[in-house]
């Protein structure tokens, strides 16, 4: 057993881990809510393909990080009173909930690779559901519209997307439009700007960059705020872990 003064060293160590690992969890369970709340709106580009899991992995984190702060402010209350049971119920518990954030910051980068590691899987998606009378393709045409508007793009990677392959839209209105009237430039009551020279390509009346960009900048920044956060607060978790076993060992 360490000597009293070692004791009360350590105890503070402790503490101060604890409420900085508090303050992390705060930060976790905040920024989680706001991959969740996807002000960006672009759930559904994911949650058609099947491979949600950045959003389920946001939804863990929410669960982690107020777990976290909870379990780190019974975490100080324990220390302070030097008691093994008190220390051996916190430290089973921060044990638990380690484990569920591990599984959310995995489940959130590996997804976020699958999802925007190329073009091709938002792409083809577009292609097959832009337009589409159903479910999901209603869900789709109403976040690209969406997109394309607000970032003023056109298409995944360029407006040539919908000329150089096939797909739903092109089936219904290809005989009509190139693209959709979305790609086109508008003016400031929202009405297209000049739909002719948009239908005929002219450079100046419509959106000539893809969206995948954006969609792929979206997804980093959830992944990062749900994964690679979670990360570093596991990393310091683990070795605050380390450090309060070792105290709890020295108490009598």
């Known amino acids: 057993m360490a000597s009293r003064g070692g004791l009360t060293w350590l105890m503070i160590i402790v503490i101060l881990c604890n409420a900085f690992a508090a303050a992390a969890g705060l930060a976790l369970f905040a920024l989680a809510i706001w991959v969740a709340v996807d002000g960006y709106k672009l759930y559904p580009i994911s949650g058609v393909s099947g491979k949600d899991d950045i959003f389920a992995g946001a939804w863990i984190a929410i669960f982690t990080g107020f777990a976290y702060f909870c379990t780190c ?55 097959q559901y832009y337009a589409e009378d159903s479910t999901k393709g209603r869900e789709i045409t109403k976040t690209w519209n969406k997109v394309m508007q607000d970032v003023e793009c056109c298409g995944t990677d360029s407006p040539l997307d919908w000329v150089e392959y096939n797909s739903t839209f092109r089936q219904l209105y290809g005989t009509t439009y190139p693209w959709p009237l979305n790609c086109c430039k508008r003016l400031s009551s929202f009405e297209v700007a000049d739909s002719q020279g948009c239908i005929i390509g002219q450079t100046s009346t419509m959106f000539t960059r893809g969206c995948f960009t954006h969609i792929e900048s979206v997804l980093s920044r959830y992944t990062w705020a749900v994964s690679w956060y979670g990360f570093s607060v596991q990393m310091f978790v683990f070795f605050m872990l380390l450090i309060a076993m070792v105290y709890f060992t020295q108490l009598g």
């Open 73 to 127: 402010i019974f975490g100080i209350y324990a220390a302070r009173k030097q008691r093994r049971s008190l220390m051996l119920s916190y430290l089973i518990i921060m044990f638990i909930i380690f484990i569920f954030e591990c599984a959310s910051c995995i489940t959130a980068a590996t997804n976020r690779d699958y999802l925007v590691g190329n073009s091709n899987v938002v792409k083809k998606q577009m292609l």
